[in-house]
């Protein structure tokens, strides 16, 4: 398996990513959700809520290569440390 060896420089860059995914994500749904309640053109509700489509796999696909790469750890909730 291919493991970075220095992984602190690229912790906050994944996490900016991240955030900015989920932003952009909120905002197509946002936009999915003008073009709906203003009852305009379906084919800008559809072109929003695809972008939402794709940016959701591409922050998928962001987090499973980070975990491959060792950028990020999966951890439980309310674990006693």
């Not at 900015?20 to 309640?37: D, E, H, M, R």
């Not at 696909?61 to 950028?71: E, K, R, V």
Request: proline fraction near 4%.
């Amino acid at each position: 398996m291919a493991r970075l060896l220095y992984t602190e420089p690229m912790e906050p860059l994944i996490r900016l990513l991240a955030i900015g995914l989920l932003i952009a994500i909120v905002a197509s749904l946002g936009s999915a959700l003008f073009q709906l309640t203003r009852g305009g053109d379906s084919q800008k509700l559809v072109r929003a809520l695809t972008w939402r489509i794709g940016l959701s796999l591409a922050l998928f696909a962001l987090m499973m290569l980070a975990w491959y790469f060792g950028l990020i750890s999966p951890h439980g909730l309310g674990q006693s440390q």
